[in-house]
């Protein structure tokens, strides 16, 4: 490994993730992965469901861009064990809300990060989040801003979707969709240190613990 990082390749098209990786400082490209997203198996974990899609993603795109460093990452919302993907149109998505409401639900990010050098490291982060309760026309103008159609659960809590979170208990950018300490922990693994402002390190073998 040289000491010159390799070009960053997001493989998402999230307007969320690039922008928290924009707060970060680094520079990176963004190459969005044609994968399919399939439901879970049956009793799949949905960390596991999670880390599985995020790993296809990267390596889908690492396939056509060797000698990048891969960052991918799939969110899931989780009620009851239900996973709450994105929803496919308006109605789908007021009776994601509706169950939703009053209530806690599980936010799980599987974050995989493929290195040029064969070097691949992938890791889940758990966020609890409780919505207030809610009124019918509250979902329904919510719905009408068009902003729950491209998300997890049906909801952005960066947007209009902040009104409804009573709380968060847990990383605030998993539910974003990137959990920035576990990504650096990440890239870390595979050999890149983070270093403020939006720089990557070589990861000194010799440094590291016994």
């Avoid at 490994?1 to 999230?14: E, H, N, R, W």
């Avoid at 490291?121 to 309760?133: C, D, K, M, Y």
């Avoid at 009573?166 to 693994?189: I, K």
């Amino acid at each position: 490994m040289t000491g010159v990082p390799p070009p960053i390749v997001l493989a998402s098209g999230s307007p969320r993730r690039r922008e928290i990786l924009a707060r970060l400082g680094l520079r990176f490209e963004v190459d969005p992965p044609s994968h399919e997203e399939d439901l879970p198996a049956p009793a799949e974990d949905p960390a596991a469901y999670a880390g599985r899609i995020s790993a296809a993603k990267a390596a889908e795109v690492a396939e056509r861009r060797p000698g990048a460093l891969v960052l991918a990452a799939d969110t899931v919302v989780v009620l009851e064990g239900d996973v709450l993907g994105k929803p496919a149109d308006a109605a789908e998505a007021r009776a994601m809300l509706a169950r939703l409401a009053g209530r806690e639900h599980a936010v799980h990010t599987a974050v995989t990060v493929l290195a040029p050098d064969g070097s691949r490291a992938t890791g889940s982060e758990l966020t609890r989040v409780r919505f207030r309760g809610l009124q019918s026309e509250e979902i329904d103008a919510y719905v009408a801003t068009g902003e729950p159609l491209d998300k997890a659960g049906a909801y952005g809590i960066q947007e209009y979707g902040a009104t409804f979170v009573e709380g968060v208990s847990g990383c605030y950018f998993n539910v974003m969709g990137l959990p920035v300490v576990r990504l650096l922990a990440l890239l870390d693994e595979v050999g890149w240190a983070y270093r403020v402002p939006g720089r990557l390190r070589a990861v000194d073998p010799a440094a590291a613990p016994p």
